[in-house]
Structures are given as C-alpha cells and as structure tokens.
C-alpha cells in the first residue's frame, strides 16, 4: 500500500503545533511541504545537502535543476549570497516579502546540490504567514521547490500535494489555497542589467519601476537534461497536467473531455466538464492550476483551454498556458 503523507492544519500562528511540528521534521532532516502565496513548496533544510537531496528524489527531479532558497528576511538572503548589487537591494526592498526571486553568485556555505553545481542561488522571501512562522521557527534557509512530481502541474493546495507526492513528503502543513496561484517572478542579478529568467506576477514592467533597465526574459532554447541550466526554461521536458492540453479560441463540444474558460465565455453549448474561472488576470492565475489539477483527478481525456486576452499583465500565464501545452515555446524543466 502506499504510504499517505501526514497533514497539518496551520494558521502561521507563532508556537503553533504543526509549525513546530514541521520544524522538528525538517531538523531531523525531513521533507515537509508547506504553503506560500505563490504555491505550495517542498521545503527541507537549505543548508542540509543530504536532506535536499530527498526532495529530488521525492520529486523525481534531476540533479541539474537548481531549487529556491527561502528565507524569512533580506537579511536572511544576504547570508546565503556572495554578492548583494544594489539592484537587488531595490527589488528586495520594492518586493519582499512576495512573488519574487531574485538569483545571486552563492555563499560558499550554500551546498551545491542546491544549485545543482552552478555558481549561483536562487532565493526569496515568501509572504505566507505559514511559510513566515517556518523560517522563524527552523531559523535556517529553506530550499523548496514546488511540491509536485517533476513536469506536473505545481499544487495550489495541501490537497494537490497529498495527491501528487503522496507519503514521499513526511508532513503538509495545511494552510488552505495560494493566493497568487502561479510561481514567483525569478530575476537574476548577476548579469547587469539583470535579467527575468522566468515570468511571474510581479510583470517586466512592475520590475522597472525601482531597476529600469531590467531585460525581459531571454526566448527560450531547449537543451538536453544532461548539464545545469543557467535559466529555467531550458530543459526538454514539458510542465503539465498528466492529460494532454491544447489552447482553442472558443468553448469546444467535448464528450469526456475538460474546457477551461473565462466568466465571460461561458454560455456556448459543450459536453465537456467546463471549469470557469475569474475575468481578471489575477483572479485567473489564482485559479488555473486547481482547474488543471481538477479536471485531470476527474480523469478528462484532454483539457482544452480556451486562450485568454494577449494584453499587459498576462504574460505569466501565456507562458505557463504554453507550457502546459508543450508548445515549442513552453519547454520548460521548472518541475
Ligand atoms: O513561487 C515559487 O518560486 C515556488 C515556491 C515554492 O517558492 N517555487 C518554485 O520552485 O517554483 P521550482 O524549483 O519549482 O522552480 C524554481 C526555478 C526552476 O526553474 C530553477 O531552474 C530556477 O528556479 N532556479 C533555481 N536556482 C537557480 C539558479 N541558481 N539560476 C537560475 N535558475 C535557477
Ligand atoms: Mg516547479
């Protein structure tokens, strides 16, 4: 039988039970997930390489896929980078805690495993009031990817992780659905200008109101899994539910199937199990991976998703829509 995980319900109280729970698992060098406002990560302790080395294993993701170091405060992140340019100091001070990660030349006592080799880190401080209790309570940085199977759909709720990682992870804090819904912005200062290495909430344009000259993200190249990835979208594996995903223009009529729309596109006529979601980009990126995770638990044979508006705050989700659909645009190995 297969080994169910544990889980917690969690408010991000201080002292509270199942965050100092969490924090005993984590020192004795376990797995726990937990939930930030991007989406739900699989954290252990950042500074442990045994212990990160699990959360490869757990996720099945390869050794050349470099994870997220989160920590509780700027200062935090200054003690795992080398190098702290003023550019990073703005985007710090501008979005911290929030949906931001910013990528820096590595601390000497930041594992490699954690960066897959290279010789940089990613890291960020996440604005969860749960994910806020852990750091201070473990008082050491965490590295968390997403909490699901490497090239799956990242969980937006305790519930996706029990079903995606099962007893692989030793406890889930519950602490009810992300709020933003898709994974943070990730920008690298090690370049000037610094670059987007991968599209978030927080857009190209919100980044140059304290760094003008950041870049927009490089087009992405597809490259084997065989070397580390100096940007995320590099990898030759797509990012997706476990059923096949296409973007249409219009609610299609699909028997057995699932359709993904907007408020404002529903009324047509279709035998698809439609799942509706808010008009607004925020409102949608909160709500398309649940969607996702929804109609493939139902056991839809394919997913359509009817192609929201190309306009100024969607580039986030286009680029995980394409992703999930496997575009030769979305290749991706964010796992
Ligand atoms: O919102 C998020 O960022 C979530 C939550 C849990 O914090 N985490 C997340 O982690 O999405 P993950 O591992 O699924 O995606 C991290 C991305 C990967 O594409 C990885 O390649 C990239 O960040 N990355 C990590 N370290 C890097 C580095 N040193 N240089 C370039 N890219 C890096
Ligand atoms: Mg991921």
Redesign the pocket.
């Known amino acids: 039988m297969v080994r169910k995980a544990r889980v917690m319900r969690v408010s991000g109280e201080p002292g509270e039970e199942g965050v100092v729970e969490a924090a005993r698992v984590l020192n004795a060098g376990g797995l726990v997930a937990f939930p930030?406002e991007?989406?739900?990560?699989l954290g252990a302790v950042g500074l442990d390489a045994d212990a990160v080395r699990k959360i490869f294993e757990a996720k099945g993701r390869p050794a050349t896929?470099?994870?997220?170091l989160?920590v509780a405060d700027i200062e935090g992140a200054k003690r795992v980078v080398a190098e702290w340019p003023e550019a990073a100091q703005r985007l710090a001070e501008r979005f911290w805690p929030g949906?931001l990660?910013i990528?820096a030349k590595k601390a000497a006592e930041v594992p490699s495993v954690v960066?897959a080799g290279?010789d940089?880190?990613?890291v960020?401080v996440?604005d969860h009031p749960v994910a806020q209790a852990l750091l201070r309570e473990v008082g050491v940085p965490l590295a968390?990817?997403?909490a699901n199977p490497y090239t799956r759909v990242?969980p937006t709720t305790a519930e996706h992780v029990v079903r995606g990682m099962g007893g692989a992870v030793d406890l889930v804090l519950d602490g009810g659905p992300t709020a933003v819904g898709i994974?943070?912005t990730?920008v690298?200062v090690v370049e000037d200008p610094p670059v987007v290495?991968?599209e978030g909430m927080i857009g190209v344009m919100a980044l140059r109101e304290v760094v003008p000259d950041v870049q927009s993200s490089p087009s992405p190249v597809v490259l084997g899994d065989d070397r580390a990835?100096?940007?995320?979208g590099l990898a030759a594996v797509h990012y997706s539910p476990g059923v096949p995903v296409r973007l249409v223009e219009e609610v299609p009529d699909l028997v057995g199937g699932g359709v993904i729309c907007r408020g404002s596109e529903v009324g047509a006529q279709t035998r698809a199990t439609v799942r509706v979601l808010p008009d607004d980009a925020e409102g949608y990126a909160r709500g398309l991976y649940s969607a996702l995770h929804e109609l493939e638990a139902i056991g839809v044979t394919e997913i359509a998703v009817v192609a929201p508006p190309r306009a100024p705050g969607w580039e986030a989700i286009w680029d995980r829509l394409r992703r999930s659909a496997g575009s030769e645009e979305g290749d991706d190995?964010?796992?």
């Open positions: 930030t991007t989406v739900y990560g896929n470099p994870v997220i989160h949906p990660t990528v960066c290279l940089t880190v990613a960020r996440p968390a990817p997403s990242s994974e943070s990730l690298s290495l991968r990835h100096p940007s995320p190995g964010q796992g």
